[in-house]
């Protein structure tokens, strides 16, 4: 019953680093989300993907990249993280009846500080 | 840019008493959520509610929704201290993809 699940939960970067996020889920989801929650800001959209092979850009994409090779695994990628970076990163799921997109499945999230 | 934005965005009440969060958003839309964020944790989806449903309940749970005044409310009935978290309405605007609001901060003392 592992639903969605983020690793790493903690990272400290130093600038110019690069890390991978890891996003997987056991749900057989078409759809899966990276968002970044900062401190009164809600929840903004970086990524996302509508199926296995496909990526596109959400609200704040610059700085990263991602990729679904696996139906069950999306990446995000930070290539040279930069302090603006900070904040904590959610992975999640969905899927689709028709033209409703159904309820998310969130991860635990990974909090990453770039210092 | 946000599509939702939630009033009052932090709500201080005892328990027992009722919480109302509003939700307003921008665009037409196929259905409208409300999820949960205790603090430290990931979102936990609440409720759903279609564009052409009115009222939804589930338990203590009771979601309005107006799209001529593109609007929602979430009613959380006899709040606990467990009720104690961040609120968040979001909106998929037709599209693949949800758009979350900034939330409500409710805090229910015993």
Known sequence: NAGVTQTPKFRVLKTGQSMTLLCAQDMNHEYMYWYRQDPGMGLRLIHYSVGEGTTAKGEVPDGYNVSRLKKQNFLLGLESAAPSQTSVYFCASSRKSGTALYGYTFGSGTRLTVV | ?110
């Not at chain 2, 027992?16 to 037409?28: F, L, P, R, V």
Request: charged share 20%; glycine share 8%.
């Open chain 2, 1 to 110: 840019s946000q599509q939702g934005e939630e009033d009052p965005q932090a709500l201080s009440i005892q328990e027992g008493e009722n919480a109302t969060m509003n939700c307003s958003y921008k665009t037409s839309i196929n259905n409208l959520q409300w999820y949960r964020q205790n603090s430290g944790r990931g979102l936990v989806h609440l409720i759903l509610i279609r564009s052409n449903e009115r009222e939804k309940h589930s338990g203590r749970l009771r979601v309005t929704l107006d799209t001529s005044k593109k609007s929602s409310s979430l009613l959380i009935t006899a709040s606990r201290a467990a009720d104690t978290a961040s609120y968040f309405c979001a909106t998929d605007g037709n599209t693949d993809k949800l758009i979350f609001g900034t939330g409500t901060r409710l805090q229910v003392f015993p």
